[in-house]
């Protein structure tokens, strides 16, 4: 009887004979020496990467059918099957910005891809205070390729019903319902994370803010209704390769189709949570100096390369008759835009409050230092929310962090 033919959740040994099986045949295995690490720190996967002697390597994922930040949280382990499609789809958007897909097995609910040894997680990068000057130019054209290239401006109105149909994603879209749209702003399922000393803030500012719930309510209609674009649907530091010469991204496991600026702000976010930890965490000086400056372009140009490239893309591959029309265009552009501004407002607030915090800030070791970190990016959470149809550019968008700072 095959082993992988009924599915269970797989360890080390398991995966290393899981890929000589499934691989044998597109690698020249060393069988007696291969060898299986688990190297994933996610929340919701098992990663694997399978090697040998003769250098061959893989990355095997695996999804369990309960989450590991908790298991009383559960998820479809058809996210293993989504996921290889999407990246598979993606490369033909942007090809070699997501990694080979080798197979996907939706009994073992597994997948093997290229493995990117030679690249490092970007969260862990910017926690090292690296630098990556490609990085902007390269995201920003990840983002509008792949999320124009998903809408109906661009697709067949049919082609795009039909990817909005495969691709629904319920489970994991409730997650992300409650830990980004809901949860942060009353604990109502009471699994937030809060750093003590900033508890009567948290409770001041997100929980008893009345015009603040409302607007995020706002969000969270958009969020669940506007079928805009194809989502990588969480993109952050955590899911981005990169190295001295490219950017790759992966776990697209909470892709469905949502209004587009949930991708952009995520990223935009993701690099304020280097800029406060950077601020926090380095000794004064050029090293500092010169990373926190790099940061700041990147939140500038990402928001405003970002933008260009849409407008661009959306000029030459529009098809709809209705969306040729520049001032249609414009006003899709700019809804865009306050998404992006709204949803960077969103992910800093449940990353500092939330149950699942970044690393970025909770390894900051000075209690005071860290206090005043999650206080100015709670406070310019709440304007990119509150007042996100004001902001025009990146520059703004920098300018309120650092305004916000400055106050704390």
Known sequence: MDKFGKYFLMKCDDVREYAYEKLKDQFDWDKESMEAKEIGDGNLNYVFRVWDKNGNSVIIKHAGDTLRISSAMHASTDRN???????????????????????????????????????????????????FPHFAEEISSFMANTLMGTTDVVLDHKDKKELQKKYINPELCEITEDLVYTEPYNDNKGRNNVFPPNKDFVKKELYEDEELSVEVAKLKMDFMTRAQSLLHGDLHTGSIFINEKNTVVFDPEFCFYGPMGYDIGNVIANMMFA?????????????????????EDVIVSVTDLTMAKMRAYYDEHATDVMAKNKKYEDYYLKSILSD????????????????????????????????????????????????????????EILDTLKEKEGRV
């Open 81 to 131: 099957r989504i996921e290889s499609e999407i990246l598979i789809l993606q490369d033909k958007l942007a090809p070699g910005m997501v990694p080979r897909i080798y197979f996907y097995d939706t009994v073992m609910c597994a997948c093997a891809m290229e493995d990117l040894s030679d690249h490092e997680i970007m969260r862990t990068a910017m926690m090292k205070h690296e630098i």
């Open 275 to 295: 800029y406060a930890n950077a601020k926090a965490t380095m000794a004064d000086g050029k090293e500092k100096d010169a990373f926190i400056s790099w940061v």
């Open 340 to 395: 992006t501004v709204a949803v960077i407002g969103l992910e800093l607030n449940r990353r500092l409050v939330g149950m699942a915090n970044v690393k970025d800030i909770t390894t900051i070791k000075d209690e005071d230092k860290r206090a005043k970190a999650e206080r100015y990016l709670i406070l310019a959470a709440k304007e990119y929310i509150k007042k996100r149809d004001s902001f025009n550019s990146g520059k």
